[in-house]
């Protein structure tokens, strides 16, 4: 339980500091991965995440400035996905704010009882 408080809390903190949520990166990252090739339904079937809950998170990571969607000539229902610059620069943001929480988390010594203390 208190690992789960705690990834909560990094969680939490995450969203406040990068201004999106985890499940949002995970939806930057993916695209960045793989632009153009992918669209919000493959995304949603990839990471195991509801096509809704997806499809939120590309609405609003569109209204932000960081994804576009374009249009195929041949179907205009397909809409691949791409990160913009702004998109790709807070991508790299994350990943490295990422990098760092998991080194600091590495490094946190466990109470008697077995319980992590609280980081950060």
Known sequence: ???????????????????????????????????GKLTSATVADSRGISRAAVSRGISQ?????????????????????????????LEITCLDALREAAKTMSGVQLDSNGSALTVG
Request: net charge positive; hydrophobic share 35%.
């Open 61 to 89: 990571l569109i209204r932000r400035g960081y994804v576009v969607q374009s249009y195929q000539s041949s179907d205009r229902r397909v809409r691949p996905l791409s990160l913009t610059p702004s998109g790709e620069q």
């Open 1 to 35: 339980m208190e690992l789960k408080r705690e990834l909560e809390k990094a969680a939490t903190r995450f969203q406040r500091t990068m201004g999106i949520s985890v499940d949002q990166y995970a939806i930057l990252h993916h695209i960045l991965e793989n632009p």
